[in-house]
């Protein structure tokens, strides 16, 4: 991948879903390609793991690939429900690292793209001229039912390895989501080494402090491996990690019950 693709890793020292910093302030404005005011970012809320936008349009293709294109608002951008409908919501350069998000359709001047925010398959319109574009080779699968992670590149899967995953009270959530973040914290004896992901615990508001963010971690025990035992994210073996930490941020995560 180019240049651009290459800064997606980026990876945090931040604890691990620690309190996002929201970007902005007073008097700043999205602005035509002629310089005049198009929209008041100020009055809208920011998309992000610990939001809930209610008005975002939910991904009506849950389970379906991508072409791997994904994108990166180069400043604070408006987020629209529909291209030249009104925005209901705006997201920063910054989340865990650089905000890359995955493309899960496209028209002329605009690109729909999978949001980190609640509620779980939120999705959002972006003008394409705000956005730097890469691509990443990679998809990671995650099966619930075999209990199950596969990683690929361009189609050649390049290991598959058993996985823990969400308790029957707390499931990991189905449906399409993506990498958001990679971090790294030395005092997480459990994992030091969390990928965020895109989607939350449809049965947890809160955990650990958090707002219920699932991520991808290892685990000391080997036992959990192959289970239905966590609290909604998924736990991988060292191997497993080792080779999804070398993942770009905003590839395409598919979690199913197979």
């Known amino acids: 991948m180019g240049r651009a693709a290459r800064n997606q890793r980026g990876g945090s020292s931040v604890p691990a879903l620690a309190v996002l910093a ?7 404005f999205a602005l035509l390609d002629d310089g005049t005011p198009d929209v008041d970012l100020t009055t809208l809320a920011a998309s992000s793991t ?42 920063g350069p910054t989340q865990f690292g650089a905000t890359w998000l995955p493309v899960v359709e496209r028209t ?38 075999s209990r199950t992670l596969e990683l690929f590149e361009r189609g050649k899967r390049l290991g598959k390895w058993k996985a823990g995953v969400g308790a029957r009270t707390t499931p990991t959530p189905p449906g399409r989501t993506f ?16 990928l965020p992901l895109g989607a939350h615990s449809p ?18 025990r080997p036992d959990v491996f192959g289970a239905a035992v966590s609290a909604g ?26």
Do not use: M
Request: charge should be negative; charged fraction near 20%.
């Open 50 to 91: 610990h939001a809930t936008i209610s008005a975002a349009p939910l991904d009506n293709q849950p389970f379906a690939g991508t072409d791997g294109v994904v994108v990166h608002p180069r400043e604070e951008t408006a987020v629209y429900s529909a291209p030249d409908a009104e925005p209901f919501a705006k997201i």
């Open 203 to 220: 049965t947890l508001d809160t955990f650990g402090g958090g707002p219920g963010t699932v991520a991808i971690h290892g685990w000391p």
């Open 233 to 258: 994210c998924v736990r991988v073996p060292r191997t497993a990690l080792d080779r999804l930490q070398r993942v770009p941020l905003g590839t395409l995560v598919l979690i199913d019950s197979l």
């Open 108 to 145: 002329d001047g605009w690109v729909r793209v999978l949001l980190p925010s609640k509620p779980n398959r939120s999705t959002g319109w972006l003008r394409d001229e705000d956005l730097e574009q890469a691509s990443s080779p990679y998809l990671i699968r995650v099966h619930t039912g």
């Open 22 to 28: 929201l970007l902005g302030g007073a008097g700043v």
């Open 179 to 194: 990498l958001l973040g990679s971090i790294i914290d030395p005092k997480r004896s459990a994992s030091p080494v969390v």
